[in-house]
């Protein structure tokens, strides 16, 4: 019987990573997990973000999710840590420019607050938490950091964010200049703070349903 799990975001891009992600999992495959997004209940109700830690956020959304459809939650809260402004724009990342915030306001922000800081000391992560709620109470948090440096101008048109200005260490470490936004989707998947989490949590849900079948088996 197939297995339904709501991925609590109103991000377009970030829900077809996500998708894209889970799918690639065989033993998700396998047990019929099908995804639902919450374009399929317009009566949800998205909660404040009103925590400090991604960590925090990521459950606000997993646990408003099981609360609103009864559905096993999937929910990620990420941003980019720069070094040099000690950590931020953290938990604020999505809207770094203000309310009304769009990729494009903060990216320009952002180049400009580090227009005068020396490529060495560019140096920033992408973080994620990536929180499961199950209808059962059972909560459980992954995370995953890509470490990077930031550019001085923006580069590709992929991936959304802060992905144009950033450039992974491990892209580095094959000897590319590559930003994210130049990346393919399964090359940033591969080597991405979501991508990581995510394949974590999927994991965890795999076995979870697995279970929870031997157990009705029984």
Do not use: C
């Not at 000690?86 to 306001?105: F, I, K, Q, Y």
């Not at 590709?156 to 393919?184: H, I, K, W």
């Amino acid at each position: 019987m197939p297995y339904e799990i709501l991925l609590a975001t109103n991000n377009a891009k970030k829900l077809t990573e996500l998708r894209r992600i889970v799918a690639e999992n065989p033993a998700a495959r396998e047990l019929g997990i099908t995804v639902r997004s919450l374009a399929d209940f317009p009566a949800y109700a998205e909660p404040a973000e009103t925590q400090t830690t991604f960590e925090g956020n990521a459950l606000i959304k997993a646990r408003a999710g099981v609360a609103a459809t009864g559905l096993a939650t999937m929910a990620d809260d990420s941003g980019l840590a720069v070094d040099i402004l000690n950590g931020m724009p953290g938990v604020r990342s999505a809207r770094w420019s203000g309310p009304n915030a769009t990729d494009e306001s903060n990216n320009a922000l952002l180049l400009k607050q580090l227009h005068d800081v020396p490529d060495d000391a560019r140096t920033a992560q992408f973080v994620s938490a990536v929180a499961l709620v199950l209808p059962d109470g059972r909560e459980f948090v992954r995370h995953g950091v890509m470490p990077g440096r930031l550019l001085t101008e923006l580069r590709g048109d992929n991936g959304f964010g802060y992905d144009p200005m950033f450039v992974a260490d491990a892209t580095l470490a094959r000897g590319e200049q590559l930003s994210n936004g130049e990346l393919g989707a399964e090359q940033k998947d591969a080597i991405s703070h979501r991508g990581i989490a995510v394949r974590a949590v999927v994991d965890v849900l795999v076995k979870s349903i697995g279970r929870r079948e031997e157990g009705n088996e029984e």
